[in-house]
Every structure is written in structure tokens, then in C-alpha cells.
């Protein structure tokens, strides 16, 4: 499990009775936010029975102020953006809302299709991250909908599913996303995606 573990949702003990709970984002989260400052984490271990070792690494600065305005600068590099989380798992939901938010966006959580209409007509949001598996008005529609409002056609809407083959990356594309990623998707891949979205450009 030693690649893996730093991956978004991933556990090692995945059984069904297991005593404690947990997402498994943990690591990723860890991962991630030490990037942000420049540096790295490394999971090793000798072995099952053996105990694990967790690494992080962090660059120093010679002047404590140096180290605040140069992560600072980091973080204004990256434009916060306004996104409306849409899917019918309020659980995914709320774990998407909550790693937005620790790397530095605005999300808002809707959790049906009319519902998320409504909601980009009255916030406006730079980016919607939308499920396509909901019940009643699924997100092809939904998408559909967006790019048919005033001002939809320069939204970021970005397919966020658990379906991930060829032809459903081709569905997604015609009905109007501009991005399709695959859940559970990883917190540098989201990251990435919405550092794109977040990029200025012509209109």
C-alpha cells in the first residue's frame, strides 16, 4: 500500500467491520498542504507488524518574515475561486467542500439539479464541480441547462463521476463539460484543474 497511500480515499484496512472510521483523506490532505509550502512527505516501512515512518520535509527561511511572504506570494499565485459543489452524496459533497476550502476556494454545496440551477443563477460561481449520477435531473442534463443561461457558456464546469470510461468522457464533453475526472479524484489532480479554471483568458 506504500504507493498508494497518499492518494484520496484510499485505506489500508478497507474491511467491513473495521472499529474506526475515517474517509482516508487524511494522508492526502497532508500531502498536499505541505506541497503548498515547498515540501515533501515520504511514508516507509519494513514491513506488515513493523511500524511505518512518516517523513515530511519543509525548506527554512533565514528570517521568519521571508518564510510568512513567501507562502504568502504561494497562495496569491493560485486565485481563489467561487465553486458550486453539486452532487446527491452529501457525504462526497461535504468532503469536496471541506478540501476546498483548505486550499484556499469559496465552495457552496447544492444537492440536486434544480436545486444547483437555481444556485448559479443567484451566487454566479467561477467553476461548478457537478455529479452526473443523480436521481430525477442527472448532470448531463444539468450541464446542458447551464450552457443554455446567461453567461453559461464561459462558466468551468467540470464532470465529477464515478464513470470513467471512453464513452462516458465522450457524453460528458458533448453535453457541455469542459473537464471529466474520475472519483475519487485525487486532491493534485482537482488542484490542478481548478488552477487551470482560475487562469485569466480572453472572453
Given at each position: 500500500m506504500l504507493p498508494k497511500v497518499f492518494e484520496l480515499f484510499t485505506q489500508v484496512d478497507q474491511h467491513l467491520d473495521r472499529s474506526q472510521g475515517g474517509?482516508?483523506?487524511g494522508l492526502a490532505l497532508v500531502q498536499k498542504l505541505v506541497e503548498m509550502h515547498g515540501g515533501t512527505t515520504v511514508a516507509n516501512s519494513d514491513g506488515v507488524g513493523l511500524?511505518?515512518?512518516?517523513?515530511?520535509?519543509l525548506p527554512l527561511a533565514s528570517e521568519p518574515g521571508e518564510a510568512?511572504?513567501?507562502?504568502?506570494?504561494?497562495?496569491d499565485d493560485a486565485r481563489r475561486l467561487d465553486v458550486l459543489i453539486v452532487d446527491d452524496n452529501t457525504d462526497s459533497a461535504d468532503t469536496t467542500r471541506w478540501m476546498l476550502e483548505l486550499i484556499g476556494h469559496?465552495?457552496?454545496?447544492?444537492?440536486?439539479?434544480?436545486?444547483?440551477?437555481?444556485?448559479?443563477?443567484?451566487?454566479?460561481p467561477d467553476v461548478v464541480l457537478l455529479d452526473i449520477g443523480m436521481p430525477g435531473m442527472d448532470g448531463y442534463e444539468v450541464?446542458?441547462?447551464?450552457?443554455?443561461?446567461p453567461g453559461g457558456t464561459d462558466m468551468v464546469i467540470i464532470a465529477q463521476t464515478g464513470w470513467g470510461q471512453e464513452s462516458d468522457r465522450r457524453q460528458?464533453?458533448?453535453?457541455?463539460?469542459?473537464?471529466?475526472?474520475?472519483?475519487p479524484v485525487s486532491l493534485d489532480l482537482l488542484s490542478r484543474v481548478l488552477n487551470e479554471a482560475g487562469e485569466p483568458h480572453d472572453i
Open positions: 474517509l482516508g483523506i511500524g511505518s515512518t512518516f517523513t515530511v520535509r510568512r511572504s513567501e507562502a504568502d506570494s504561494a497562495r469559496r465552495p457552496r454545496v447544492e444537492n440536486n439539479g434544480p436545486a444547483a440551477l437555481e444556485a448559479v443563477q443567484r451566487l454566479r450541464c446542458r441547462l447551464l450552457r443554455e443561461m460528458a464533453f458533448d453535453a457541455g463539460f469542459d473537464h471529466h475526472v474520475t472519483k
